[in-house]
T-cell receptor, first 114, second 112 residues
Framework: DAGVIQSPRHEVTEMGQEVTLRCKPISGHNSLFWYRQTMMRGLELLIYFNNNVPIDDSGMPEDRFSAKMPNASFSTLKIQPSEPRDSAVYFC????????????FGQGTRLTVV | GENVEQHPSTLSVQEGDSAVIKCTYSDSASNYFPWYKQELGKGPQLIIDIRSNVGEKKDQRIAVTLNKTAKHFSLHITETQPEDSAVYFCAASPLTGNQFYFGTGTSLTVIP
């Protein structure tokens, strides 16, 4: 398996624009996580899905952020409108059963909002 | 919810010396404690994990210890090498909730 695949690797956008980050989890994994990493706050869990259903989105910063998982092999994280403070590295991870088993991380998307 | 604290935030050691990173957690329901290594420009990768029914686990130069009573766990790296330089994260996961709660990370530098 190629592992968790994220796209794009880098994204530079202007404030106010819509940004969509994409993730393909490892085949067979039924839990998917979106994390945001910054120097100030470290790794923050934004949302996680179990069997394509959002279980906990309490980490989503505000209504500008939304995430979907239309099927077991694809998820998106959308920011609309984007703001400079959204600049961070966004990671997607997947695992077999969520907590208590290994989470596999993608390479991340480095987002810069100018 | 769970709160994981990690110390130190930065650590420099001479090649060949040992490195120790410590974490504490707050939720007694947590029962799975993985450690991740993140190299520059990459996502975190699991290096070792321990479950609550075990006090210690070792894999070559890496070991993890767990004290459930005190709610703390530690990563020990012996005979450090320059390629061990990276950011290390501890995490805790409760049986319920299916989430990982990460520490704030330790930037380890091994000086040749």
């Amino acid at each position: 398996d190629a592992g968790v695949i994220q796209s794009p690797r880098h994204e530079v956008t202007e404030m106010g624009q819509e940004v969509t980050l994409r993730c393909k989890p490892i085949s067979g994994h039924n839990s998917l996580f979106w994390y945001r990493q910054t120097m100030m706050r470290g790794l923050e869990l934004l949302i996680y899905f179990n069997n394509n259903v959002p279980i906990d989105d309490s980490g989503m910063p505000e209504d500008r952020f939304s995430a979907k998982m239309p099927n077991a092999s694809f998820s998106t994280l959308k920011i609309q409108p984007s703001e400079p403070r959204d600049s961070a590295v966004y990671f997607c991870a997947s695992s077999l059963t969520g907590g208590a088993t290994e989470a596999f991380f993608g390479q991340g998307t480095r987002l810069t909002v100018v | 919810g769970e709160n994981v604290e990690q110390h130190p935030s930065t650590l420099s050691v001479q090649e060949g010396d040992s490195a120790v990173i410590k974490c504490t957690y707050s939720d007694s329901a947590s029962n799975y404690f993985p450690w991740y290594k993140q190299e520059l420009g990459k996502g975190p990768q699991l290096i070792i994990d321990i479950r609550s029914n075990v006090g210690e686990k070792k894999d070559q130069r890496i070991a993890v210890t767990l004290n459930k009573t005190a709610k703390h766990f530690s990563l020990h790296i012996t005979e450090t090498q320059p390629e061990d330089s990276a950011v290390y994260f501890c995490a805790a996961s409760p049986l319920t909730g299916n989430q990982f709660y990460f520490g704030t990370g330790t930037s380890l530098t091994v000086i040749p």
